[in-house]
């Protein structure tokens, strides 16, 4: 009886130049594929020895790089070409035939699941793979259209979101398949819609409020929690825009510690949705008594900002030998700093203590009562 071979299992084992050959039976390109492969890198690195210098090592890299693309190219053709052991087997020649279909099924939906969208493209998943591929290349675009706008990489940095998608896609295709081939309906939804599948009675998605909880206060703000959403967002943001705005980096620490409080939360919150009733409580409570401070506190940056950027370069060019600029940047930056750290700690130390509760004082008046 002739052994069922996987395509799959081939194409990934060939990921080492010749092993997807040798499982295929393949023996002599097996055998050149690994001689050329591990000769250019092992030749290359006895070169560079010899000689004291990097450039035939990464000569034998690129030599050897080529030989991967070769061996992996020619190993997709013999994967399309022909199946190992496949022959006229009275009893067992539909069994073997329909495997072979599975597997060449499964084959193709795993190799173009490389490309987000394509696999399920294959599969007939219209909507659902149109999704992922918008998801994948609008992030990418939309990333560079802006950060190419506000001449800001900063926002590239939004582009680790890609390999969840592609991870997510890639997996979904697989499950996808596994569904189809054992005999379930796969359903040609879009990927919005799988996830508003469990809402119900106006219920959050959870899963929207993870993806969420990447921004800081978005997903509290999903969860209905506002009051906590908003303050944690202007923290992250406004704390990331003063940073920018003094240019100060010793306190650039906070952003990671507020962005990671933020996301735990969130994920906390999410994890608590459904089981237990959440409640909107902020991170600071009684703002609304404290108007007039934060009112000082934007107008005092409001005027540090113009001074900087307006009265200190009028002043630098009509008085050009007072080093205006050099004496901001070097002294009046550190000072109001200074100030507002001592200011900070002097209001904490100074800070009125809480009253006993009235539950205590209560039960103080009744013993004094009752002696």
């Known amino acids: 009886m002739p052994v ?3 395509r799959v299992t081939a194409f990934f084992m060939n990921f080492l130049p010749g092993l997807g050959h040798l499982y295929w039976e393949k023996k002599i390109r097996c055998f050149f594929y690994m001689l050329f492969f591990c000769g250019f890198l092992l030749g290359g690195f006895s070169l560079a020895l010899l000689s004291n210098s990097g450039e035939p090592f990464i000569l034998g890299i690129v030599c050897a790089a080529i030989v991967w693309g070769v061996s992996m190219f020619d190993l997709f053709i013999v994967l399309l070409r022909d199946y190992p052991g496949q022959g006229n087997h009275t009893g067992y020649a539909h069994s073997a035939e329909l495997s072979g279909r599975q597997d060449a099924e499964r084959f193709f939906t795993i190799l173009l699941s490389f490309v987000p969208g394509l696999g399920h493209f294959y599969m007939g998943l219209m909507q659902r793979g ?18 190419g706008i506000t001449n800001d990489s900063a926002f590239l940095i939004f582009l680790g979101v890609l390999p969840v998608i592609w991870l997510y896609c890639m997996f979904d295709a697989v499950q996808c398949i596994h569904r189809k081939q054992s005999g379930e309906i796969v359903t ?26 990447v921004i800081p206060g978005a997903g509290q703000m999903y969860l209905g929690l506002q009051r906590r959403g908003i303050q944690l967002m202007i923290l992250f943001m406004g704390t990331f825009y ?5 240019r100060l980096s010793l306190f650039l620490f906070l952003l990671p510690l507020i962005w990671f ?5 969130g994920l906390q919150l999410t994890s608590r949705y459904g089981r237990e009733p959440l409640t909107d409580k902020p991170l600071v409570e009684g703002l609304g008594n404290h108007k007039r401070l ?5 107008l005092l940056l409001g005027l540090y900002y113009i001074s900087l950027n307006l009265i200190v370069p009028y002043l630098a060019s009509h008085y050009p030998g007072l080093w205006i600029e050099y004496r901001v940047n070097k002294y009046l930056k550190p000072f109001i700093v200074s100030v507002v750290l001592i200011g900070g700690g002097l209001k904490l130390l100074t800070g009125t203590k809480r009253k006993p509760s009235g539950v205590h004082v209560e039960r103080r008046n009744f ?5």
């Not at 591929?133 to 675009?141: C, E, K, S, W």
């Not at 003063?242 to 003094?246: A, L, P, S």
């Open 294 to 298: 934060l009112g000082t506190v934007l």
């Open 188 to 213: 040609d939804r879009t990927l919005f819609d799988e996830w508003e599948v469990g809402r119900e009675n106006g219920r959050r998605s959870k899963v929207i409020a993870t993806l969420l909880s």
């Open 130 to 147: 149109l999704s992922f591929l918008v998801a994948f290349f609008g992030t990418i675009t939309m990333l560079v259209f802006v950060s």
């Open 242 to 246: 003063i940073i920018d705005v003094i």
């Open 4 to 6: 069922v071979r996987n």
């Open 261 to 265: 409080f933020s996301f735990f939360d």
């Open 367 to 371: 013993d004094e009562d009752r002696f």
